[in-house]
C-alpha cells in the first residue's frame, strides 16, 4: 500500500534558477523502524531557509499557483555546485499522526499517536521518520510539538557545549528569537550565566520582563562599553553566533579581551591568555565574517551543528535532553509563530519575502492540510 | 655583583608615538635558576615584529642614532591599549655565553657554556634566562644556536597538533619560510604528508629541490585546481596559516570543502560533515581575516600559540621535542639569515623597512655587540 499526497520540492539548476514547487509524491510502506507521519504542522526554521531561498532573488521571481521560480546570483550558485540539478525535499521537522509503520516495535508502538518528528521532508502532506527520533506528544496537538526538536535541542546544546568547555556563562547573539527565548529559560533553570545580545529596545524589554539579568543592546551607542560589562560580571568566554556575517562574532571576541587583558598583572605582546570562542550556528547574514587582529592569538571561532554536537554528546545525554524537552513543551521548550500558512502559501510573494528575512522571533508555522 | 650592558625598548605612548631605543640597563644577579647570559646574537622573529614595529609608519619616522619615533596609527593604536605607556624588552630567542648564574643546580650547571635561550629580551648585550629553558650548544657557535626556540617548537608543534587531531596530513601557508622548510624536512622525517602553498615560482622550485612531494603557487590561475588535487591525494583537513589576513585559510577550507563534498553520496545543505580546521599563527597582513559562508559550519579558525600548545602537549614531550633540536641544529633545524646587524643597525631606517616586512626566507639577525 503507498500513499499519496502533496509534498515542496527544491532544485538549484546550474543555469542559476531555483525552483521550488509542491508536488504530488507517493510515500512508499514503511519499514523496519520507520513510521508514516500524516503531517500537520511544521516550522520554517532559518535551518531550512538555506535550501529554501538562500540567496536567491524572491523580489522578482516568477509566481504562480504552487510555483515559484527566482535567480541565485553568484557566488552562491557555484558555491552550491554539489545540489545542482537535484530535486531535494525540505523541512526538518514537524508533528503529525503516526498512520502506519514498519514491522519494528519502536515503529509499532507509535501507531496511532500523535509525534513531533525530524523526516527532513517535513514541508509534505505525509513523511517517512524514524521512528526511534519521534517524540510522542500524548495531549498535545501538533502545533504544540512542531518544534520540539531544532531549537529545544539546539538550545540545551549550547548549555551542553559551554560545560563540556568548563563554563559556566554564556553569550548569546540576536538573543530575542525563539531559540534565544528558550535558552534564558533554560538558563535560568540551570544556574547558567547569560549575555543576551539584541539589536532593539523592544527586545530588550522582552528579555528582561522573561527575567534575564544580562541584556546588551548592539544599536546602543555605548554597546562595547555594555558588552564589556556584562562579559566582566559574568566571565562569559563562550559564544553562540547565528548571523555569521559581518563583525557580530569579531566584536564579542573583542570585549571578551578587553575584560580579559585588563585583569592581567603584566603586557603580552600575544593578547591574554584567556581562551575565547565563538561558535557561529548560522548565517542570517550571508555577508563574509570578519574577523580582526585585535585579540591576540587564543581564540577560536566554529562552526556549530547540531547533528555532530549530538553525536559528540552521546546516546544517553540525547535522551537525557528529549526526555526534559518531551516535558516541558508547554513552558520551557515552547515556541511562538508569526503567522501559518499551507503549502501553497508557503510559495507566495508576500509569505517568502516575509519569513525569508528571518526576523527575530517571527516564525511561520507550515499547516500542508490548510 | 650588577652588569650593565646595552639593551632595546619598545614603548608606545597613549598619543600614538612608537619609539624604539637602545639604552643602557643595568642587569640583576641572578637568582635560582637564573642564568645571566651575555648575548651574542638573536633572531628577529615575525612574532617579535609585532611589539616592534606592529603597524607604525616607519616610512616617515624620525630616526637618530640608536632611536626612532614612529606614529602608530588607529585601529592599532587602541587595540594595544594595555601597553600604552609600559617601556617593554623585546627579543623572544637568542644564544650566548653562560657568564653568571644561580644558586640552583641546573643554573650551576651551565656556567661557562653557549646556550640558546629565550629571555624575552633577547635584543640586549645581556639577558636573565631560565635555565631551565636554556639549550646548551656544544660546539656550535651562538649564530646557529640563535634560532633554536621559537622556529622549531612551532613547527615541531605543528606536527604534533596534527597527530593529537588524528591526522596525517598538513596544509601550509607561507611555506618558503625559515619556519617552512624546517617544517618540510620534519615532515619527511616523520612520513607527515604536506601541502606546501606559496606564491612564487622560485619558492616552488626552492621547496621541489628540497624534497616536497606537493608544492601549490598561490598566484597560479589554476590554483584552487592545484590546491584541491593536493588536498585529495593527501587528505589534508588542517592547516597553519602565518598571514591571518585576507582570504588565505577561506580559500584553503573552500578547497578542503569542495574535496569533502565531492567524496559524499548524497547532498546536504550543511556542507560535508568533514572536519576543516586552520591554525592562524600569524598576522603577517594586519587586515582582517575574511571567511565566506561556502563550506557549510563543520570548520574551526584558531589562533595557534607556541605556549599554550606547549603547555597543553605537557613536560615530557616538550623535554622530547628539544631533545630533538638539539640533536639536529645544523641539520633539520638550521635557520638562514639575510642580514646582520647591531643593536644601532636595527634601528637604522634601511633596516626597519626591510625586515618589517617580513619577506619569505629573509630573515636578520641581531648581534648586540657589532
Known amino acids: 500500500m503507498t500513499t499519496t499526497g502533496k509534498q515542496l520540492f527544491t532544485t538549484l539548476s546550474s ?17 523496519g523502524n ?6 500537520e504542522a511544521a516550522p520554517i526554521n532559518p535551518s531550512d531557509l538555506a535550501i529554501l531561498t538562500g540567496a536567491a532573488d524572491f523580489e522578482n521571481a516568477e509566481y504562480s499557483p504552487g510555483k515559484v521560480v527566482a535567480d541565485m546570483p553568484e557566488p ?11 530535486r531535494l525535499p525540505a523541512g526538518n521537522e514537524g508533528a503529525g499522526e ?9 515503529a509499532q508502538a507509535l501507531v496511532g499517536q500523535r509525534v513531533a518528528c525530524v523526516p527532513g521532508h ?3 502532506q505525509y513523511a517517512i521518520a524514524d521512528a526511534m527520533m519521534c517524540l510522542p506528544l500524548g495531549e498535545h496537538d501538533a502545533r504544540t510539538g512542531a518544534s520540539s526538536f531544532v531549537n529545544p535541542m539546539t538550545a540545551l546544546g549550547f548549555v551542553e557545549t559551554a560545560k563540556m568547555a568548563g563554563q559556566d556563562a554564556i553569550v548569546h547573539l540576536a538573543a530575542a528569537s525563539n531559540l534565544g527565548r ?22 530588550v524589554n522582552l528579555l528582561k520582563d522573561m527575567g534575564a539579568t544580562h541584556v546588551v543592546n548592539s544599536s546602543d551607542d555605548d554597546y562595547m562599553a555594555q558588552l564589556r560589562a556584562a562579559i566582566k560580571e559574568t566571565g562569559a568566554f563562550i559564544g553562540f553566533d547565528p548571523i555569521g556575517g559581518g563583525q557580530n562574532s569579531d566584536h564579542v571576541l573583542k570585549a571578551m579581551e578587553q575584560v580579559a587583558s585588563a585583569q592581567m ?7 591574554s591568555n584567556q581562551d575565547k570562542t565563538m561558535h557561529i550556528y548560522g548565517r ?5 565574517t570578519i574577523l580582526t587582529p585585535s585579540y591576540g592569538l587564543q581564540w577560536n571561532v566554529s562552526g556549530w551543528l547540531l547533528t555532530p554536537f549530538l553525536q559528540k554528546a552521546g546516546m544517553e545525554k540525547v535522551a537525557q535532553m528529549r526526555a526534559r524537552v518531551q516535558q516541558n513543551l508547554t513552558g520551557t521548550f515552547a515556541s511562538q509563530y508569526k503567522a501559518e500558512v499551507d503549502l501553497e502559501g508557503m510559495l507566495t510573494k508576500d509569505a517568502i519575502l516575509d519569513y525569508r528575512q528571518m526576523k527575530t522571533g517571527e516564525k511561520y508555522l507550515v499547516t500542508p492540510w490548510g
Not at 503516526?98 to 519502536?106: E, L, M, P, Q, R
Not at 598583572?265 to 593578547?271: A, H, L, P, V
Open 34 to 39: 520507520q513510521v508514516l507521519v500524516k503531517m
Open 98 to 106: 503516526v498512520i502506519a509503520a514498519g514491522d519494528g516495535d519502536t
Open 284 to 288: 542570517l547574514d550571508l555577508s563574509p
Open 265 to 271: 598583572d603584566e603586557y603580552s605582546r600575544y593578547g
Open 122 to 124: 517535513a514541508f509534505s
Open 76 to 86: 552562491f550558485l557555484s558555491g552550491q555546485k554539489a545540489r545542482h540539478g537535484q
Open 15 to 31: 543555469d542559476g534558477k531555483l525552483t521550488l514547487e509542491i508536488a504530488e509524491e507517493t510515500f512508499p510502506e514503511p519499514k
Open 182 to 203: 528558550m535558552l534564558n529559560r533554560i538558563c535560568q533553570e540551570d544556574g547558567m550565566k547569560l549575555v543576551n545580545i539584541v539589536r532593539k529596545q523592544e527586545q
